[in-house]
T-cell receptor, first 109, second 115 residues
């Protein structure tokens, strides 16, 4: 079964603190993994994907196949990082995206 | 166009009426997805199109929901005899699909309110 689990509905941190948003997945093959972000009143947009291995807005995510995890990390959170974050997987080939339930990140001053 | 376009942006309808929601994907994108985002909920998958066919309709909540895609482009999501629980933001996304990449680009959504 294809499943993405984001165990935290809400993560609240202070500005400058490290952030880790957890994502675990269940899939028998080798999926592509993504993090999407939705800022207030904006459309859902791609933050990063595991195959690009980029750092976007200071965020990174490492795919751990052994633990089937794709946690999103940032060493120093900023207030503008406050948003809804969704982890998603795409099975190989032509198939739908499977999203987690999302984690709301609140960064307080 | 520059991105995925959805219309209308907002729709208020009376319970029992039918509604049609439209999605214009990015030109050249063969894959198209419909999701629903209810208040306080995550992204609920509805249906996936590859070209004009829908290999996965597993997320449609009832037979009141249907969707079609014509010319491998525009898609319409139809909800018949709307109910209050249908109130949500309906999101459309498109992607190149296949080995070209599966990054999905989302529209701004249609906020449906059933009164």
């Amino acid at each position: 079964a294809q499943r993405v689990t984001q165990p935290e509905k809400l993560l609240s941190v202070f500005k400058g603190a490290p952030v880790e948003l957890k994502c675990n997945y269940s899939y028998s093959g080798s999926p592509e993994l993504f993090w999407y972000v939705q800022y207030s009143r904006q459309r859902l947009q791609l933050l990063l994907r595991h195959i690009s291995r980029e750092s976007i807005k200071g965020f990174t995510a490492d795919l751990n196949k052994g633990e089937t995890s794709f946690h999103l990390k940032k060493p120093f959170a900023q207030e503008e990082d406050s948003a809804m974050y969704y982890c998603a997987l795409s099975p190989t080939g032509f198939q739908k995206l499977v999203f987690g339930t999302g984690t709301r990140l609140l960064v307080s001053p | 166009g520059a991105g995925v376009s959805q219309s209308p942006s907002n729709k208020v309808t009376e319970k029992g009426k039918d509604v049609e929601l439209r999605c214009d994907p990015i030109s050249g994108h063969t894959a198209l997805y419909w999701y629903r985002q209810s208040l306080g909920q995550g992204l609920e998958f509805l249906i996936y199109f590859q070209g004009n066919s829908a290999p996965d309709k597993s997320g449609l909540p009832s037979d009141r929901f249907s969707a079609e895609r014509t010319g491998g482009s525009v898609s319409t999501l139809t909800i018949q005899r709307t109910q209050q629980e249908d109130s949500a933001v309906y999101l459309c996304a498109s992607s190149l699909g296949g080995q070209s990449g599966t990054e999905a680009f989302f529209g701004q959504g249609t906020r449906l309110t059933v009164v």
